[in-house]
C-alpha cells in the first residue's frame, strides 16, 4: 500500500517539492507494478499528477503530506469487450487501498482498449495536419483527410528495402478544394501540399500520400455532379 510520504528511493529520499508524494519516481514505480499486477496485457500506462486547485493548495503546509490527484491513463487488450464502467473498476480494485485511505484520488482515468487509442491518436494527428493546411492554403472550401495506414510502412521498415524510414509511418489520403489552385498545374498543387508536409515524409512519419486530390472549387463539384449521375444511373437498374 502506498502511504502519502513516499519511503526512501534507491539510497537517498526524494526531495521535497511543492507537489504530492505522487511525484517521487519511486511512487510512480509502485503505482506502476500494482496496476500491472492487477491487469494484464497492459500496452500503455500514464501517470500524471494534476495541480489542486488554488484555494486547496493554499490549505496545505506540507505538500508532501496530502493525497495526489491523478490522472491515469490504461491501455489493455484484457479490455477488450468490457464496458468502459468494468474497466474502470479493475483499475479500482488495483488502487483499493490508497483510494480508501485518502492517498490519492484519480481527476481523471481513461481505460482505452488498442484499437481505440490508435484511433484517437489518428484523429488527433488529422486534427494537427488539418490545421497546418488551412493554414498553409488560403480559402479552402474542402478539406479531408483519411488515414490509410495499413502496415506497408512496417513491413517496409523491417524487410530490409529501405522502402520506410519509419515502421510508424502514416498513409494518408488527402483532399483539398481552394480557390488558391486556380491557374495552377496540377503538379504544382499537389508539389505545395508535399512541401508543406516535408519533414514528416523526410524522416518518414508520413510513409506515403496516396491519392492526394488538389482541386479547385469548380473541379470539385464537376465531380461531385459526375457523381451523383452515377448513383441515378446505377439506381435505375
Do not use: Y
Not at 468494468?86 to 480494485?93: I, K, S, T, Y
Not at 483527410?145 to 528495402?161: E, K, M, P, Y
Amino acid at each position: 500500500e502506498l502511504r502519502p510520504r513516499p519511503a526512501e528511493a534507491d539510497g537517498a529520499r526524494c526531495a521535497p517539492a511543492r507537489t504530492s508524494w505522487a511525484a517521487c519516481p519511486t511512487a510512480q514505480r509502485l503505482l506502476r507494478a500494482q496496476i500491472q499486477a492487477a491487469i494484464p496485457n497492459i500496452e500503455r500506462l500514464v501517470i500524471e499528477e494534476r495541480p489542486f486547485d488554488a484555494e486547496d493548495a493554499a490549505d496545505v503546509v506540507d505538500p508532501l503530506a496530502r493525497g495526489a490527484r491523478l490522472s491515469l491513463e490504461v491501455v489493455s487488450r484484457s479490455f477488450e469487450g468490457l464496458r468502459p464502467l468494468d474497466r474502470q473498476r479493475l483499475v479500482h480494485a488495483a488502487l483499493q487501498a490508497e483510494l480508501a485511505s485518502g492517498a490519492m484520488a484519480l481527476s481523471e482515468l481513461k481505460t482505452l482498449t488498442p484499437a481505440q487509442f490508435c484511433a484517437r491518436e489518428s484523429r488527433r494527428r488529422i486534427s494537427r495536419f488539418e490545421q497546418r493546411l488551412r493554414a498553409a492554403v488560403p480559402e479552402i472550401e474542402h478539406l479531408e483527410i483519411v488515414d490509410l495506414t495499413d502496415g506497408h510502412a512496417i513491413a517496409g521498415f523491417f524487410d530490409g528495402s529501405r522502402r520506410s524510414l519509419d515502421p510508424n509511418g502514416l498513409e494518408l489520403k488527402i483532399t483539398v478544394v481552394s480557390a488558391a489552385f486556380e491557374g495552377m498545374t496540377p503538379l504544382a498543387r499537389q508539389q505545395w501540399i508535399q512541401d508543406e508536409f516535408d519533414p514528416e515524409i523526410r524522416s518518414g512519419a508520413i510513409h506515403a500520400l496516396p491519392h492526394l486530390k488538389t482541386w479547385t472549387p469548380a473541379q470539385w463539384r464537376a465531380k461531385a455532379g459526375s457523381q451523383d449521375k452515377n448513383a441515378l444511373g446505377c439506381a435505375k437498374l
